[in-house]
C-alpha cells in the first residue's frame, strides 16, 4: 500500500542525513516521502529519495542577524508562519506519518501533526533530549533515540537544573542512520598502520572553529618530532593558511579544506580521529570503527555534545577532552599515547564499533509501521 510521509528535518547534516537514510528506505517500499527543510539543505537533497522538497526561508540565525532585540518576535513570527504552512500542506493531502528529525522546521511540523490528530514521530539523535522535543514528545506516537539512554534535563527544588535518565513508554531505541556511503564501512576491518605512518583525521568545520585550528596544527607538529604522520584536515577557509604554514614547517603531508565529500574514504584511510561529539559525527565514527578523541562543543545547546561523548567514553569508544582541558600539550599526550600502543587502539575501536546499529534506518522505519498499525487498531475498536 503506497502511504505519504512528510519527514521534517533542519538543513545541518545532523539532522538532513539520518532524514534522508530513512527515505530511501521508504522510497524502496514504494511510498511516498515529502521533506520540509529550510534552504541550507537543497544543495544536499538526494532527489531519488524524496517526491517533493519544501524549503523554509526563514531560520533563528536570520532574525539574530537582522533584526537584534527583535530577536524572540521574529522567531515566533517564523515558527508561526511554519507552522500554518504546514497545517495547510496536511489539509490538502493528509499523510499518514509525520517524522521529525530536529533543527527549526521540525518543531512546527511536528507541531501542526499533532493539532491535526495526525501520528507523529519524534526522532531524538542526541544522548540528552531536545527543548523542543522534550514538548514534541509529550502528544507524539512514538519517540525513537539515537543512543542507548537518554536524558532529560529537570529543575530541582532548589531550582538547580539537573539530568535524568529519560523513561518514556513508546521510547524505542533506533540509533542514527547514516549515509549508504558510510554504512559500507561496516564490514571493512580496522587496521594498523602498515608502514608507521599514522593517518589522524581531524573533523572539526565550523563546530571546530579557531579552537581546532589553534591547537591541532601545534599539537601535531611536536607529535611528528617522534611519530611518523600524514594528516587531513577539516577546518574553515580563514585558518586554512595558517594551519597549512605549521605543516609545512614541520614537513607534515598534510590535505586542508573547509568540507571533504568522501568522508568515507577518509574515514577507511584514518587510524585516529580528532573530532567534535555531534551525534552524526559519531554514528559515521562507529561505522567506521576508528579510535577518536572527542572534544565536546562546550556551549552547544543543551549540552548534548558532552553527553554523546560520555556514553562513548564510558563504553570504552573513544578518548574525551573537554574544552577547557583541550591545550597542544595534552593532545600531544594523548595521541602520543594511542600512536604507541596498538593494542589500545584496537581495543578503542572494537569498543566503539559496538555503539552503532547497522539497520538504524529500518529500524525506524519499522516503528513508523509500528505506529501505523496502532492506529489501524484504534480505527477499527472505534467504528466497531
Not at 535524568?164 to 513508554?169: E, G, N, R
Not at 587510524?271 to 562546550?298: D, N, Q
Not at 553527553?307 to 574525551?320: F, K, L, P, S
Not at 525506524?364 to 484504534?378: D, N, P
Amino acid at each position: 500500500m503506497n502511504s505519504l510521509y512528510v519527514l521534517a528535518a533542519g538543513g545541518t547534516g545532523g539532522h538532513l542525513f539520518p532524514a534522508m537514510s530513512l527515505a530511501k528506505v521508504l522510497k524502496s517500499r514504494g511510498h511516498t516521502v515529502v521533506l520540509f527543510t529550510d534552504e541550507r539543505a537543497i544543495q544536499w537533497v538526494d532527489s531519488s529519495c524524496v517526491d517533493k522538497v519544501i524549503v523554509s526561508r526563514f531560520r533563528p540565525s536570520h532574525s539574530t542577524r537582522l533584526l537584534g532585540k527583535f530577536h524572540k518576535r521574529a522567531l515566533a513570527i517564523g515558527l508561526l508562519r511554519c507552522g500554518v504552512r504546514s497545517i495547510f500542506s496536511f489539509m490538502w493531502k493528509r499523510p499518514n506519518a509525520v517524522i521529525g528529525f530536529g533543527g527549526y522546521p521540525s518543531a512546527p511540523t511536528i507541531l501542526a501533526a499533532q493539532l491535526l490528530n495526525i501520528p507523529s514521530v519524534v526522532h531524538e539523535c542526541n544522548a540528552i533530549l531536545g527543548r523542543a522535543n522534550a514538548i514534541l514528545m509529550k502528544r507524539a506516537r512514538a519517540v525513537t533515540t539515537g543512543f542507548p539512554t537518554v536524558s532529560t534535563r529537570y529543575t530541582t527544588k532548589t531550582g538547580h537544573r539537573a539530568v535524568k535518565p529519560m523513561a518514556i513508554a513508546h521510547q524505542q531505541f533506533t540509533g542514527n542512520p547514516v549515509s549508504p556511503k558510510i554504512l559500507r564501512l561496516t564490514n571493512i576491518p580496522y587496521s594498523l598502520p602498515s608502514d608507521g605512518v599514522f593517518n589522524i583525521f581531524i573533523m572539526g568545520g565550523s563546530q571546530g572553529a579557531s579552537l581546532f585550528s589553534r591547537v591541532v596544527p601545534e599539537a601535531i607538529k611536536q607529535l611528528a618530532a617522534k611519530v611518523k604522520v600524514r594528516v587531513i584536515m577539516q577546518t574553515r577557509d580563514e585558518d586554512i593558511s595558517t594551519s597549512k604554514y605549521v605543516y609545512e614547517q614541520a614537513r607534515i603531508e598534510a590535505v586542508l579544506a573547509p568540507f571533504f565529500t568522501n568522508i568515507d574514504e577518509i574515514l577507511q584511510w584514518a587510524h585516529i580521529v580528532i573530532s567534535r561529539s555531534g551525534a552524526l559525527s559519531l554514528a559515521e565514527i562507529a561505522t567506521a570503527g576508528v579510535p577518536s578523541v572527542l572534544v565536546p562543543l562546550a556551549n552547544s545547546l543543551d549540552g548534548d555534545q558532552l553527553y554523546n561523548a560520555m556514553q562513548y567514553e564510558e563504553n570504552g569508544a573513544a578518548i574525551v577532552v573537554q574544552e577547557h582541558m583541550f591545550t597542544t600539550a595534552k593532545l600531544v599526550s594523548v595521541l602520543d599515547e594511542l600512536c604507541h600502543s596498538g593494542d589500545a587502539l584496537i581495543g578503542i575501536s572494537q569498543a566503539v564499533r559496538k555503539m552503532y546499529v547497522t539497520d538504524a534506518a529500518e529500524r525506524l522505519a519499522m516503528a513508523i509501521a509500528s505506529v501505523e498499525r496502532k492506529k489501524l487498531t484504534r480505527n477499527k475498536k472505534t467504528n466497531a
